[in-house]
């Protein structure tokens, strides 16, 4: 049980968790599912890398010192945390439990390892894996975002091999190929889990309830 008083698979809202390696597009993606579905919210993770470009704090991330990150898992307020490229990220706990618990879907773009984490407190959490069409693209994308220099892009690609393994644990795939193709799929797959028995019992309960369904 937790701190709302109400397990984590009696939740109304639907928990959508997105990986990816870097440069798949995963965040593209998020960001455009976001502007099209008004019932979709992102919680926002913490971590302790320094922001990129036109990274806002408090909008892609928050942005916090490492000092301040340990301190938060040693006050057990992160869902789960890993660290990344050298940089530790971490999903708040009250953050999603909130939302999920008042009806709300929300969204994670996390690594691999936090969304294993995620789907052994929430069962019923759906776990989708963003893929490259091809090891050359993903190279020719991290290279087109100009944000690295080769030693990272070397570190980025090295790693990324590991996180593709990873795709066979979640219960979706979409291959980024072509963006409005791969969005496509990413609505599908947010629409289909809403249809679900589980997910329309958790919603719909009053109507289940008169149907003599519960």
């Known amino acids: 049980m937790n701190p709302i008083g109400m397990d984590p698979v009696d939740y109304p809202g639907n928990l959508f968790v997105v990986a990816a390696p870097s440069g798949a597009g995963k965040s593209s993606l998020v960001k ?12 926002v993770s913490h971590t302790t890398r320094t922001p990129r470009g036109q990274e806002q704090q408090g909008r892609e991330y928050h942005f916090i010192a490492e000092a301040e990150f340990r301190a938060k898992i040693a006050a057990g307020d992160f869902f789960e945390w890993a660290e990344v490229h050298g940089n530790l ?3 708040s706990r009250a953050a999603i439990e909130s939302r999920i618990a008042g009806g709300q879907d929300v969204v994670l773009e996390i690594d691999w390892q936090g969304a294993l984490q995620i789907k052994k407190i929430f069962p019923h959490a759906v776990l989708i894996f963003v893929l490259p069409p091809s090891w050359e693209e993903l190279r020719q994308r991290l290279m087109r975002r100009g944000e690295d220099g080769d030693a990272v892009i070397a570190t980025r690609m090295a790693n990324a091999r590991i996180e593709v393994a990873q795709a066979r644990h979640f219960d979706f795939v979409i291959i980024n190929a072509l963006f409005e193709t791969a969005l496509f799929d990413l609505k599908t797959v947010v629409h289909s889990q809403r249809l679900k028995y589980a997910a329309q019992r958790r919603n719909k309960s009053q109507v289940f309830a008169a149907l003599n369904l519960i």
């Open 32 to 43: 455009a599912l976001l502007e099209l579905d008004s019932h979709l919210a992102v919680s």
């Open 89 to 91: 990220y971490g999903t």
